[in-house]
T-cell receptor, first 112, second 115 residues
Framework: AQSVTQLDSQVPVFEEAPVELRCNYSSSVSVYLFWYVQYPNQGLQLLLK??????LVKGINGFEAEFNKSQTSFHLRKPSVHISDTAEYFC??????????FGKGTTLSVSS | GAGVSQSPRYKVAKRGQDVALRCDPISGHVSLFWYQQALGQGPEFLTYFQNEAQLDKSGLPSDRFFAERPEGSVSTLKIQRTQQEDSAVYLC?????????????FGPGTRLTVT
């Protein structure tokens, strides 16, 4: 069985500050890892994904994540956030052709 | 091109009513998933189609939930005799093909409120 734990339910930061949203997963098999963003009253949009290869993955809107197999983590980072980054962020794991298993989400609140 | 669309966007049902939620996937996408997202939670898997075949319905919470995709494109999620605990956002996602780590593209969701 697979599971995802997002360690912070809410992360408040000031504009232009760096941010890290933490994600740990458990799985007995190799999985693919994803970060999605959800703006209010919208569906989920893919930020980035790790499939294989380089453990540092770059995504849209300046986000990046690092896959750490030994720590079973896939933390999301951005060096300088904007007000427009305020949203709900979900970490997810999956295997080929299967449904995704999501964490409970982290609310990122960026203030000026 | 057009993304995944869902209708209605909002649905209010009285307890005991039947509802039908529609999903139009991206044209040519073989795989289709339904998820349920309760308030303040992440999406949870309900069911999965590959073309018209329902390959996994293990996430459906009760036999009041039924999904179909008869022609391998549009899908409908039906909930019979709705209960208050069915209140949630229902998300549909489609992906390009079977197998492979293909990205799932999500629709905007249908927010169901059972009163």
């Amino acid at each position: 069985a697979q599971s995802v734990t997002q360690l912070d339910s809410q992360v408040p930061v000031f504009e232009e500050a760096p941010v890290e949203l933490r994600c740990n997963y458990s799985s007995s098999v190799s999985v693919y890892l994803f970060w999605y963003v959800q703006y209010p009253n919208q569906g989920l949009q893919l930020l980035l994904k790790y499939l294989s290869g380089s453990t540092l993955v770059k995504g849209i809107n300046g986000f990046e994540a690092e896959f750490n197999k030994s720590q079973t983590s896939f933390h999301l980072r951005k060096p300088s956030v904007h007000i427009s980054d305020t949203a709900e962020y979900f970490c997810a794991v999956g295997q080929a052709g299967t449904a995704l298993i999501f964490g409970k989400g982290t609310t990122l609140s960026v203030s000026s | 091109g057009a993304g995944v669309s869902q209708s209605p966007r909002y649905k209010v049902a009285k307890r005991g009513q039947d509802v039908a939620l529609r999903c139009d996937p991206i044209s040519g996408h073989v795989s289709l998933f339904w998820y349920q997202q309760a308030l303040g939670q992440g999406p949870e898997f309900l069911t999965y189609f590959q073309n018209e075949a329902q390959l996994d319905k293990s996430g459906l919470p009760s036999d009041r939930f039924f999904a179909e995709r008869p022609e391998g494109s549009v899908s409908t999620l039906k909930i019979q005799r709705t209960q208050q605990e069915d209140s949630a956002v229902y998300l549909c996602a489609s992906s390009l093909a079977r197998g492979g780590p293909y990205e799932q593209y999500f629709g905007p969701g249908t927010r169901l409120t059972v009163t």
